[in-house]
Every structure is written in structure tokens, then in C-alpha cells.
């Protein structure tokens, strides 16, 4: 009677087990049934990149022809230039005007291109086949692909409004490639091994700081909305001024919600304490309100009129709230995911992400200040925003302290096992 060896199945039909240590091979297609073929990657980025521009462009086209009809010049041929400027302006590059440099970003166009190249990383990526890969070179070869194919659209864009072509395609060039690399490492699943990879400490903590800084964004929209709706009359009255039909004040109104996001920035860092300036040797601080002469433009209606006192004090502690907030839902987490494995929660693996996301938060918060700050020409308008290395730093010691105490307080009131 022979005896069965590993090699050989036990019984009839059943196939012998993997030698341990050896993982399982990928299926191979069967005999006579046809490979699927995949894209060429320069088609593939092409494509993703024509139709990410395509598709944030026309958008600007509307507005800017809309807002054409407030001067009583609205074509379509001037329309479609100026739609390239604006989008050009939307990524970031600066235009020359007859007033001067124009460097101030419309921060929800920004927004809408930043997600159409996400979603031409994902499209480039499962056009070549790296769906589910997991592999960080077929993310980054999508995404540096994209980028490239983006930022010739750009040089071509510059080259017909007449802005620095070279700017033009160096800043596409970057944030193209750094959005896409957003959709392409998600879609390739390269996102999920390295975040497998790090520490869980640094995990929680990068949570925990976006969680702050998108309450905080949460309460700097609250305010600046509710600035815009007390000034609402004065708003009303600029818009008016323009005397034009309901298509010229509808553009007017879209520019503004244009700008809605770089308002909310601006009040993040009002709420800080750094402020804003809305001109050269200007501040809009909760301690300091000093300007001069302001555009007719519908957004400024809600600027405050003098320093903070009384009950909007309080707006001085929001940041230090989100802050504790952020804390004390991960320490919530950290005590369930602890009570679940029936070990105590101590303080290390609780305060070293609390302390991190000060940073986090601080880099995120700097990053957009920047991103919203610019100049709406020459001269006194040649300053418009916040500082950002001033929001950063703040952002940073406010939200660690917040974190740290709202993270403490949770793990210390809590009656899990210590």
C-alpha cells in the first residue's frame, strides 16, 4: 500500500495543498481565451489630463461670460480667452493686468481642479491596468504621467492669453502631478500598504490633525457667512451699483462664491489671531481693524468694523475647541479599539498622536493661507490675505494644546480600565 505525501492529493479530486512559505501565483489566462489590452500610458495620462482641464474650464468660461454682461461686453471669443485666463489664475499663475500683477486665486475653482486630477490619477491608472496593484512605481508613473500631459495644456493656455509659459507649465506640471498621485495611489491600493506600513501613532495623529483643521474651517466658513448675511444690505447695494440685467449680477455673484473659500481662510486666521490684510500697511485682527478705501466687491461687505469686545470674545476660544474636539475623538476611539482587546489604554499611545496633530493641523492651515493670500494688482492692493507662516505657527500650538487636553481629559473621565 503506498503512503500519500505532502505532494499528492489525499483523496480524488482534490488538489494538494501550497508547500507552506510559497504564496499562491496570480491566475494566468487560459488557452484560447484573449488577454485584455490595456492603454499606452502617454494616451492614457493624455486623455485624463485633456478631459480634467476640459471639464474645470468651461465652468470659468460661464462665470467670466456672465460676468461680461455686467460691463456690456460679453462675446463669446472673448469669453473663451478669458475663461483660459481664469482658469490659468485658478491653478495659481499670476496674470498681468492693466492695474498691475493678479495673483489672487479663486480657491473653489482651485477646488474643482484639484478633484478633476484626482479622478484623471484613477482613470489614467485603471487605463493602464494598476487597478488594485498595489504598487507605489505604477501610482507615481500615472500620476508623473498626468502631470506631464497637464502642464503642456498649460504652456499652451499661457501662450495664447500671454502669461509666463514657463510658470505656467512648471505650476501645472506640480499640482498635477501631486493631485493625481491622490486618485492613482488609491486606486492602485498603494495608499492602503503605506499607510499599513506606519506607525500607528503617526496614523492617529495625521487623522487627528485633519480632523482640526476641518473643524476649523467648518467654524471660519460659520463666521465668514455670518459676517456676509449681517452686511447682507451693503452687499446688495455693490451688486446693484454695477447696473446691470439679472445674467451681469448672477456673474458678479458667482465670482464672489468664487472667492468664498479664500473668505473662509481669512476668518480661520481671524479667529487665530494673525487676521488678514486687505491692502498694503492693513490688518483685520480681533484686536485691530485698520483699513482704508476697498474695492466695490460683494465679499468685503462683511468685514468687521472694529476690534472684537463684549460677547464675541468667545470666538478667541473656537480654535481651542476644535482643538479639543479633535482630542477627545481620539481618545474615544483609542478607549474602544482598547476595550475591545481588554487591555488598558495608556498614555503614550494616547498623547504621542494628540501632540502630532498640532503639526499636522499647523501644515494644512499654513498651506491654504498661502494658497489664499495673492494681490488684486499694483499698488495699495498689492497685499490681500494672511501671512502663512504666521497661521501655521499659531494653528500648530493652539490645536496641540487643544488636543492634549481634550485627549487627557477623555482619558482620565473615562471609566475604562487603566
Request: hydrophobic share 55%.
Amino acid at each position: 500500500m503506498s503512503s500519500v505525501t505532502p505532494d499528492q492529493p489525499s483523496r480524488p479530486g482534490v488538489r494538494p495543498a501550497a508547500p507552506a512559505g510559497r504564496g499562491r501565483r496570480a491566475p494566468t489566462a487560459r488557452a484560447g481565451e484573449p488577454r485584455r489590452s490595456h492603454a499606452p500610458l502617454a494616451v492614457a495620462a493624455g486623455v485624463a489630463a485633456g478631459w480634467a482641464a476640459l471639464t474645470s474650464w468651461l465652468p470659468v468660461v460661464v462665470v467670466l461670460w456672465l460676468f461680461q454682461l455686467s460691463e456690456g461686453a460679453a462675446s463669446v471669443p472673448g469669453a473663451l480667452r478669458a475663461g483660459l485666463a481664469g482658469w490659468l489664475l485658478g491653478h495659481g499663475v499670476p496674470l498681468d493686468t492693466a492695474a498691475g500683477p493678479l495673483r489672487l486665486a479663486p480657491l473653489a475653482l482651485t477646488a474643482l481642479v484639484l478633484w478633476r486630477l484626482t479622478r484623471a490619477g484613477v482613470h489614467a491608472s485603471r487605463a493602464i491596468g494598476a487597478r488594485g496593484g498595489r504598487s507605489p512605481r505604477q501610482a507615481l508613473l500615472a500620476a508623473g504621467a498626468v502631470g506631464v500631459a497637464y502642464a503642456l495644456l498649460g504652456v499652451l493656455a499661457a501662450v495664447l492669453v500671454g502669461a509666463a509659459p514657463v510658470r505656467a507649465g512648471l505650476t501645472l506640471a506640480v499640482l498635477g502631478t501631486l493631485a493625481a498621485l491622490v486618485g492613482s495611489a488609491r486606486t492602485t491600493h498603494a495608499a492602503r500598504l503605506l499607510a499599513a506600513r506606519s506607525p500607528a501613532a503617526v496614523r492617529d495623529g495625521i487623522r487627528t490633525g485633519l480632523v482640526a483643521g476641518l473643524l476649523l474651517f467648518g467654524a471660519g466658513g460659520a463666521a465668514a457667512g455670518l459676517a456676509v448675511a449681517i452686511g447682507g444690505g451693503d452687499a446688495a447695494d455693490l451688486i446693484g451699483a454695477y447696473r446691470t440685467g439679472v445674467a451681469g449680477q448672477a456673474g458678479i455673484t458667482l465670482v464672489s462664491l468664487a472667492y468664498a473659500p479664500n473668505a473662509t481662510i481669512w476668518s480661520v486666521s481671524y479667529l487665530l489671531g494673525p487676521g488678514f490684510a486687505v491692502g498694503v500697511d492693513t490688518a483685520v485682527r480681533t484686536s485691530e481693524v485698520s483699513v482704508g478705501a476697498l474695492p466695490a466687491v460683494p465679499l468685503l461687505a462683511g468685514l468687521p468694523r472694529g476690534p472684537v469686545d463684549g460677547l464675541g470674545a468667545g470666538l478667541l476660544a473656537v480654535p481651542v475647541l476644535a482643538g479639543m474636539a479633535a482630542g477627545w475623538l481620539l481618545a474615544r476611539r483609542l478607549l474602544r479599539l482598547a476595550a475591545s482587546d481588554r487591555a488598558p489604554l495608556r498614555w503614550g499611545p494616547l498623547l504621542a498622536p494628540a501632540a502630532l496633530a498640532g503639526p499636522v493641523a499647523g501644515l494644512l492651515l499654513g498651506a491654504a493661507a498661502a494658497a489664499s493670500a495673492g494681490s488684486l494688482g499694483g499698488g495699495r492692493l498689492a497685499q490681500v490675505g494672511p501671512v502663512a507662516w504666521q497661521v501655521a505657527a499659531v494653528a500648530t500650538a493652539v490645536v496641540t494644546a487643544g488636543a492634549l487636553i481634550g485627549a487627557a481629559a477623555t482619558r482620565a473621565l473615562s471609566r475604562a480600565p487603566r
